[in-house]
Every structure is written in structure tokens, then in C-alpha cells.
């Protein structure tokens, strides 16, 4: 058995300091250790993009990733976005374009777009669906999902965030 | 899955992890970002007994022009080097071979330094290392070494690299001016690894093909230089005659396999297709000279 290893780090703002297996995935943290489930597990080996959040602003998948291997780093979920109450931008334009059915990968979608959005001024379609490609969605809802991460670059103007 | 049980040690100097690694007695494992790695422990395709971080190693990041070439640090991420400036002054194939590199997810987590090392017959940073005549810089226990690209890779998912060694880095020598380049690759779906990939560059000296380098992957073991394809070509007025010359000799020289994606025969033609459209795009990309 190998000894733990602290851990600190910040999920959603919100400092952490306690101490893990060094084979914890990063998915597993969130969900086991932080009680985050908004993160959803999928395939576990780096092919379905459900798992897929913000490590210091650049979206990885966290079933790749090794919690230790987070030290130290800032960490966005799908709880880091909107609110039940509050929706941001991305997640109102994923409502209003039917962008999910059973909502397994919406999480991943949402933060991939969260990526895409932070970093791009427009986005051509081409450049969207290539963006969004390492996410899969089973329901097939793509079509939906392309244009509510359109309408969100559209709703959020021309320069990036 | 989830990976076995290993030790983990965070090293903050190369002199640090080749020392762990020597330590590990074999059984140690470097981890930089770990998207080749990582699928790898979750299937328990792997069971290191101590996990070495080099992810966090300062100044093994990075792009930077130096007299011998552009450097690029074993820890700059795929992401970085698509969008470096410095690349796409100096090795626009290099940007847009890099655009073809699995997902954004995993191009923001995924190494130069990893890629090269673990050295998997169909990725493109290697082909890219090949057709660049990349000189890889490697940190052992009792001293430093440069191994040229094409001796580097040995074979599928083998390097030169002896277990207590590290890349730290790669210095890709600048190409002459002028010089064209063409890359292409098919795979079954965006992101997937590729059936086959197929890069040139080529320099005109007026009327005639002065310098050319053919590299394949996804048809052998390991990315090829197709030397004998660059010789048909070189010295004489690029043609269709020509081409097809030099298609004939790539699809002669690899040795594919079959599975569930292709077949060997498929993937055989595939890169004769390919070597004749990047061969194409580099010549209309190279500064043609007078006639």
C-alpha cells in the first residue's frame, strides 16, 4: 500500500487541504472525497470527455489525471458555473437550445464550451465542432449542442472573456 | 478502472527524477502529463512501483529560437506548440501536424517530452521529429546525451531511451527559406489515431527539386523517412511522373498492419495517396525559383 500525500489545492474558489492516494483519479476525488457528482465518470480512459473539467483554466479530462497530480492548481467543476437558480450564460443557452436529453454528458460539454469560450473570440462551426469533438453524447444530440455553445459566443459578444 | 497502488514522488530538479529513477531499481515511471500514461494505469497496463512527477521540473517548458534551431522544452503541452508563435514562424507543419493530436482536453495536458518517449507508431509528434530531423536532448545519471530522431525510435512504443534516462528536450534545426511543406492524415474519426500520416518538405532551386524529405507513419513499426522516395525527386523538375515514382517507392517501403480500423492492403494505398498530396501541397507552398 503507498502512503498518502497531502493535497492542496482549490475546487470552485474553495481551498482544500487534506491528504490522498497517490492513484486517486481526479474524478474520483471530486466526486468521492468533495461529494462534487456534477463531475460524471464515463469510459475512464480518456475517450468520452464526460469527466472533463478546469484545471488552471484549461479544460482536461479528470479521469486522466492523477488528484496529486492537481497540487496546488485552481479546479472548475460544473458546480463552479451557474446555480440552479441562476444559470449562467452557456448553461441558459443549453436550456433554451434543448442542448441535452438525458444529461450524462452535459457536464463535460459545458465545461469543454466553458474552455472554448475563454479562449476564442468566434468560433467558425468547424471550428466548434471540432472543439467540442472529444465529447461524446450518446442521445446524438449534437446538432442542439453545436448551436447552444453558438449562441452563447453570440450572447457573449465578439472578444473573449 | 481505477490504477494499482504505486508510490508517488513530486521531483523538482531533472538531476532529481533520473536519481529516483535510478533508485526504482526499473521500476520506476516518469509522469509528465500523463495522456498516453494514464489510460494505461486505469487499464493496469501498467503497474510502476513509484510514479516520478516531472510535470512540475522548472524550466522544461517552453519554446525558444536558439542558433542551432528551435528548442522546445519536454514539458511544453501540444497545446502550446500549436499555438506558439515561434512554430508557426519557423515549422507551420509542426502547428498544423499538432491540430490533428487526439482532443483539446488531452492537447492541453499531453507533453512533447511524453509523446516522444512513449513513441506510439501512429502519433504525429514523432513523425513530426522525424521529418524535422529533430535532435532529442536526454539527462542520464552519469551524463547527457543528443540522439537524432531516426535513431531515437526504435520500434513500436520503443526508444533509445534506457530506463534511468529523461528527455528534456528537442531542438528542431530551421529548415532552408523557402521551403515548402505539406501534411495529411486520415483517421476514422477526429481525434482517433491515424490510419496513416504523411508529411514532405521540399525546396526549389530554380526550375528543379534542390532539397525533399518524405516521413510516414501509421504503415510500420515506427515513423519512416522515406529516403528513396526523396532521391527520385531530388535533382529534377517535380512532375506527376515523378510523384507517382516516389508513391511507388513509399508504398514499397512500409510494412502495415491490419486490424479493426483498416486493413494493411488500405492502409498500404492510403499512404501512397497521402505522400502524393503532401508532395503537391509543399511544392505549391515552396518559393518557386526562376525557370
Known sequence: MSSKHRLQLKVNGVAHDLEVEPRLLLSDFLRDELDLTGTHVGCEHGVCGACTVLLNGDSVRSCLCLAVQAEGGEVTTVEGLGTVDQLNVLQEMFREHHALQCGFCTSGMLMTATDLLSKNGQMSDEELREGLSGNLCRCTGYEHIVNAVRAAFAERGGDSA | ?291
Not at chain 2, 539527462?139 to 546525451?145: V, W
Open chain 2, 1 to 291: 478502472m481505477k490504477p494499482p497502488a504505486f508510490d508517488y514522488i513530486a521531483a523538482t530538479s531533472v538531476e532529481d527524477a533520473v536519481a529516483a529513477l535510478v533508485r526504482s531499481e526499473g521500476e520506476g515511471k516518469l509522469i509528465a502529463g500523463g495522456q498516453s500514461l494514464m489510460p494505461m494505469l486505469n487499464f493496469r497496463l501498467a503497474d510502476p512501483a513509484v510514479l516520478i512527477d516531472i510535470a512540475r521540473i522548472p524550466g522544461l517548458d517552453g519554446v525558444e529560437e536558439t542558433d542551432q534551431g528551435l528548442h522546445v522544452g519536454a514539458l511544453t503541452r501540444h497545446a502550446a506548440l500549436e499555438a506558439s508563435p515561434l512554430v508557426a514562424k519557423h515549422f507551420p507543419v509542426l502547428a498544423e501536424a499538432m491540430s490533428h493530436v487526439a482532443h483539446l482536453a488531452i492537447r492541453n495536458r499531453g507533453t512533447i517530452g511524453g509523446s516522444l518517449s512513449h513513441a506510439d507508431p501512429a502519433a504525429e509528434l514523432p513523425l513530426m521529429a522525424v521529418l524535422l530531423e529533430a535532435v532529442l536532448r536526454i539527462a542520464g545519471p552519469e551524463e547527457n546525451r543528443d540522439v537524432p530522431a531516426e535513431e531515437f525510435f526504435i520500434g513500436a512504443l520503443t526508444t533509445d531511451l534506457e530506463e534511468e534516462e529523461m528527455v528534456t528536450g528537442v531542438t528542431l534545426p530551421y529548415l532552408p527559406a523557402g521551403s515548402g511543406w505539406g501534411f495529411e492524415e486520415v483517421s476514422r474519426r477526429s481525434g482517433d489515431f491515424a490510419l496513416a500520416a504523411a508529411a514532405a518538405t521540399l525546396l526549389f532551386e530554380g526550375p528543379v527539386v534542390s532539397e525533399v524529405r518524405v516521413a510516414v507513419t501509421g504503415v510500420d513499426d515506427l515513423p519512416l523517412r522515406i529516403s528513396a522516395a526523396e532521391e527520385v525527386l531530388k535533382g529534377e523538375a517535380l512532375s506527376e511522373e515523378k510523384i507517382a515514382d516516389a508513391v511507388d517507392i513509399v508504398r514499397a517501403s512500409v510494412n502495415p498492419n491490419s486490424d479493426a480500423q483498416a486493413s494493411a492492403d488500405y492502409r498500404r494505398h492510403l499512404i501512397g495517396v497521402l505522400t502524393a498530396r503532401v508532395l503537391s501541397a509543399a511544392a505549391a507552398r515552396a518559393t518557386k525559383g526562376a525557370p
